[in-house]
């Protein structure tokens, strides 16, 4: 899921599901599943978060002028971009 939000992040392809799903979470200000946040499936929610914070992050380096000064200006978004391109590595 990772792999697939950062290629989404690039420009590959489109949105995992799971990434699609918090972006329509956000749009509609609504929850996947009616009712409140426990009545959501497990796990579900913290999957979309990661997503959203991994698309955000990779997303932001990517589009930064100066990679370095925004690693240093976003130190919790580096650590994201530096365990993404990890894994993207292998």
Same mark, same amino acid.
């Given at each position: 899921m990772i792999r697939a939000v950062a290629a989404f992040a690039r420009g590959e392809g489109p949105p995992? +599901? %799971?990434?699609q799903q918090a972006? &329509?979470?956000? *749009?509609w200000g609504a929850l996947p599943?009616? *009712?409140?946040?426990?009545d959501?499936? +497990? *796990?579900?929610l913290a999957r979309m978060t990661t997503a959203y914070? %991994?698309?955000?992050?990779y997303r932001g380096f990517l589009q930064a002028? &100066?990679?370095r000064r925004w690693a240093q200006?976003? +130190?919790e978004g580096w650590q994201i971009v530096r365990k993404v391109r990890e894994l993207e590595r292998g």
């Open positions: 995992p +599901p %799971v990434l972006f &329509d979470a956000r *749009g599943e009616a *009712g409140g946040l426990r959501q499936r +497990p *796990g579900e914070n %991994v698309y955000q992050a002028t &100066d990679p200006d976003h +130190p």
